[in-house]
């Protein structure tokens, strides 16, 4: 990213893209939208670059709440 500033959105983008990446590879057969629902839907203490992921039906998310220092005295939670 060069000399941008990187922030907590460029973070997650990088995850998201990544992780969408990652899961796209694992579908056999073509990748199309009911296959890759399913392959999130089934996601179970997924381990993917150090964070462990799971689906929540209720909520329809993949999330891990991690906390990033920022510099400030105060760390800030971020629900990914």
Known sequence: MGDDNLNIFSL????SAALFADIAKRISGDITMKNLIAAIENIKNYQFKGLQLNF???TRQLYHTIWINTGAQAWLPHIM
Do not use: L
């Open 12 to 15: 997650e983008g990088y995850i």
């Open 56 to 58: 929540d039906p209720t």
